[in-house]
């Protein structure tokens, strides 16, 4: 083409633009596509995201938002694209952001809080089956692009999941029991209970998601809860033991023994009833364990926990000549409220009547590890007896990280 031909062509261009309302420096390109292999998935499930459409070597911004009781978390990472036009999250790097290292669910778990709101917090939202699921949009903002949204779903309590309040006087027991789907084949029925908190409301959220996985599960309440003690004092071994049979006689219940859960206090009565109920309960869960009796709390001239009417004295070491099945201790190595580490490798170094029990050592975590990976979760715990939050160790990436490799652990155990 002659530099004529080629001036006239350049003049076409020119009209063109002009046409449209736009200069060549002010031309949009097209939105980026947002690609999610999974739109629907239980909450601790990955999702793998990839951003198509880019330019080789274009910076491109993905964000994930929440919304939560307190108002909108997000998460946000910025990228450049490979030289295929792609930015595929599990295996890109951040340039800056809310997480660093490549980690594809890491815009999920290191949303922050919004502005305004206490840092300290983790994610929160109501009850399971008053919110079953929440929306997760995901948003991505190339060079001189629009952006490109999509919204994911994120399951907290499967559709068919039922659940009741379980009452003391009518029940023997106090908290929530949580049903799989009807026609669900039957699974290891699930006893899970909290720390110092009491459990009850606190496990809620890890009771639904383990009956929407198909297992029946009791969120037990163990004191505060009415006609239970007001404080962590003089609690019955045999009342943990009620709870599990009730969940035990569950019509999706697999026979063969329950699983017992426990975080932080909770430790204690788990390994417990695995050692003085193996008939009843098979295997234990214990996060940021103790492998020994501690005192009651905030009281500690009480004693914890009783069987048969005795207390359990402090500092007794938690035997394990009678325990049937596996004891799984998932610990930090950064926990700042106890030794837990320590107290984990104590109790894989024991032995049962049958199977060999583990540790789960995390080295850069802290105290806080007891549920499913894939949301934000603080570092801190707010104490009642305070008024204050107080650090629980490691730090939210550690963390993260640790939830991510046990809670698949944990599922093992259950689906033993």
């Given amino acids: 083409m002659g530099f004529r031909g080629a001036k006239g062509l350049l003049g076409l261009v020119a009209l063109a633009l002009l046409a449209t309302g736009c200069s060549a ?28 459409g880019l330019n080789a ?3 491109v911004t993905v964000t994930a938002e929440a919304d939560d009781r307190a108002g909108t978390w997000k998460g946000e990472a910025r990228f450049t694209a490979d030289r295929r036009g792609v930015v595929d999250l599990t295996r890109a790097k951040p340039l800056s952001g809310t997480y660093a290292g490549a980690d594809g669910m890491g815009l999920f778990w290191s949303m922050e809080a919004p502005p305004g709101g206490e840092s300290r917090r983790s994610f929160e939202q109501l009850f399971p089956e008053q919110e079953r699921d929440f929306t997760v949009l995901l948003s991505a903002t190339g060079d001189d692009r629009p952006a490109a949204r999509r919204e994911i779903t994120r399951v907290r309590m499967a559709e068919g999941v039922g659940s009741r309040a379980l009452l003391l006087k009518q029940d023997k027991v106090a908290g929530r029991l949580y049903q799989p789907p009807q026609g669900t084949p039957k699974r290891a029925p699930v006893l899970i209970f909290g720390g110092s908190e ?29 006609g239970l003690p007001k404080e962590l004092a003089n609690i019955p071994l045999e009342y943990f033991a009620e709870g599990a049979r009730l969940v035990a006689r569950q019509p999706g219940a697999k026979p063969g023994g329950v699983v017992a859960i426990g975080a932080s206090r909770g430790t204690e ?9 193996p ?10 364990p103790t492998d020994q009796i501690v005192t009651g709390f905030p009281d500690m001239s009480k004693p914890a926990w009783l069987r048969g009417g005795k207390p359990f004295p402090e500092g007794f070491p938690i035997p394990y000549d009678q325990v049937r099945g ?22 894989a170094a024991r032995r049962g009547t049958a199977e060999p029990h ?10 806080a590890l007891n549920s499913y990976p894939h949301t934000p979760r603080s570092t801190f715990s707010w104490a009642a007896d305070l008024q204050d939050f107080i650090s629980m160790g490691g730090s939210r990436p550690a963390d993260a990280k640790a939830r991510a490799q046990a809670w698949p652990e944990v599922l093992r155990v259950l689906t033993r």
């Fill in 25 to 52: 420096g002010e031309q949009k390109r097209a939105a980026a596509a947002i690609e999610v292999d999974r739109p629907v998935t239980l909450v601790d499930e990955a999702v793998r995201i990839r951003i198509t």
């Fill in 57 to 59: 070597g274009e910076r």
């Fill in 198 to 226: 009491g459990g009850g409301d606190y496990t809620r959220p890890e009771a639904a998601l383990l009956a929407s996985r198909g297992h029946p599960t009791l969120s037990l309440c163990y004191f505060g809860c009415d």
């Fill in 269 to 277: 009565p788990a390994q417990l009833l695995a050692q003085y109920y």
């Fill in 279 to 288: 008939d009843v309960v098979r295997d234990a869960v214990v996060f940021a």
């Fill in 326 to 347: 596996t004891v799984l201790a998932i610990a930090g190595g950064k926990d700042t409220l106890w030794d837990t580490r320590k107290s984990s490798e104590s109790i």
């Fill in 358 to 367: 583990r540790a789960l050592i995390h080295p850069g975590a802290g105290h």
